[in-house]
């Protein structure tokens, strides 16, 4: 049962919904509908908004705002030929109407047209009264153009209209980021802060930018601050421990992570970094329990599950590395890094079948490092899989054509399989690196270079 008191369009709300039990058609007025449709489309009842419209729009034909919403729905649907058809007949029924302008910023913005959508924000720009939202519309544009001057002349106009909104705040740190103007982001945040001492999210802000300046101690301070403004906000704790990480203050940093889990549910990525700092400070037991907790709370946690696979191999222990590799691989069947992990594992341990299939794999999941290749001919080759070890050395030659350690493995491929003229085509590559040669003669023992 709809509650009319929990909304202030309730009472029109009940009366339509009324209207259609009965089938009993009763006069709305313009306003009345416009209420009702704008209700159902904030509770996500699109089809309930349509059906209001479509009665709206019967009793009030040529009103200007149910055609706007109208339209707004057509856009809202991807059907912009409709959209742009009604914008017209509301653009000669209301002439420099700024909705009009600022829905045909949304359609060409939806097409890519981004210089178009920012010419139509202009024109709304000149015709509004309240400029704060036109001014967010332009800053997006010019983001998605990657023009960061702009964009940043915008969102700053934004600031300091409404200097605690984070949105304009965050996008315009963004563009200095990619314009490498940090001194111009401290002082925008400065600016914040001269208005809002107690602004968490600036204290929090200016300390990142600090760290990536290297300006150290007075991070930690901006991070203080930060936490002095909010003693719960997780963000600030992670930051600060992260930086304390960095310092080689591990006991703080793993304090800071501490607090950090009591302020939040704690999530996989707190004691992952916990973990990581036992393990610097020769806890390893402690250390393990840690990366252990973080993948129990986050199974896809890749890093938690690389951190005790290199532990183990630190550790010469072998099977436990790859015993967490495979559950790691369960977890995150498409992670790069751990199939290239399992691969050099099995390679070390001469599985090489094994090691085949894990290089397969993570060149099929776009990683074309030079020792990925090296490692997957090399395990056909101790295979003697001599054709398969000739077709993967050509695919690694399209990335690295001019590479002596993968022409050897080609020519000593064409040599084994008879193929001779193929074979030294491929010496020039190598000819004079007779290390090279000696490096490969276990595998192609009666391969001649010539030079």
């Not at 992260?242 to 203050?249: D, I």
């Not at 304090?255 to 939040?264: F, P």
């Amino acid at each position: 049962m709809y509650d009319e008191f929990s909304d202030p369009a309730g009472a029109s709300v009940i009366k339509f919904e009324q209207m259609l039990k009965t089938d009993k058609i009763q006069y709305f007025d313009a306003q009345e509908f416009e209420t009702i449709t704008q209700h159902y489309l904030d509770n996500g009842q699109n089809n309930m908004a349509k059906r209001a419209l479509k009665l709206g729009l019967e009793q009030h034909p040529n009103n200007i705002e149910l055609l706007l919403v109208k339209s707004e729905l057509f856009v809202f649907d991807s059907e912009f030929s409709e959209a742009e058809s009604l914008l017209n007949l509301v653009d000669q029924l209301s002439p420099q109407n700024e909705e009009v302008f600022l829905q045909r910023a949304n359609i060409y913005s939806k097409r890519k047209e981004h210089q178009e959508a920012i010419a139509m924000l202009n024109r709304a720009l000149l015709l509004t009264e309240d400029p704060l939202d036109v001014w967010s519309l332009l800053g997006m544009e010019y983001l998605l153009v990657e023009n960061y001057e702009a964009a940043a002349k915008y969102f700053k106009l934004c600031l300091k209209e409404t200097p605690l909104d984070y949105q304009s705040l965050y996008n315009i740190l963004y563009c200095f980021e990619h314009l490498e103007k940090p001194q111009e982001a401290i002082f925008i945040l400065n600016e914040v802060l001269e208005e809002h001492p107690y602004c968490e999210v600036a204290w929090h802000q200016l300390g990142k930018i600090y760290t990536q300046t290297k300006r150290y101690e007075e991070a930690l301070s901006a991070y203080e601050f930060a936490l002095i403004s909010d003693d719960t906000f997780t963000g600030a704790y992670v930051e600060k421990g992260k930086l304390l990480e960095q310092l080689g203050r591990l006991n703080e940093a793993i304090e800071n992570y501490q607090i950090a889990m009591q302020t939040s549910d704690p999530g996989g990525y707190a004691y992952h970094r916990i973990g990581v700092c036992h393990l610097q400070l020769g806890n390893k037991q402690l250390g393990v329990n840690f990366l252990k907790e973080s993948i129990h709370l986050e199974p896809h946690f890749e890093k938690s599950w690389m951190g005790l696979i290199d532990f183990f191999l630190k550790e010469n222990n072998n099977e436990k590395a790859l015993y967490y590799c495979k559950k790691g691989l369960q977890a995150n069947e498409d992670s790069v890094q751990l199939w290239k992990k399992n691969g050099e594992i099995h390679y070390s341990m001469k599985h090489y079948s094994e090691a085949d299939y894990a290089y397969e794999n993570t060149v099929a999941l776009g990683n074309y490092e030079l020792e990925s290749w090296i490692q997957w001919i090399d395990s056909l080759l101790h295979l003697q899989e001599w054709n398969k070890a000739l077709k993967i050395g050509l695919q690694a030659r399209e990335f690295y054509p001019e590479t002596a350690s993968i022409a050897i493995r080609v020519a000593g491929c064409y040599h084994t399989l008879g193929k001779k003229d193929e074979s030294q085509y491929f010496n020039r590559a190598f000819s004079k690196d007779q290390s090279l040669v000696a490096q490969m003669a276990h595998f192609f023992p009666n391969l001649v270079v010539k030079s």
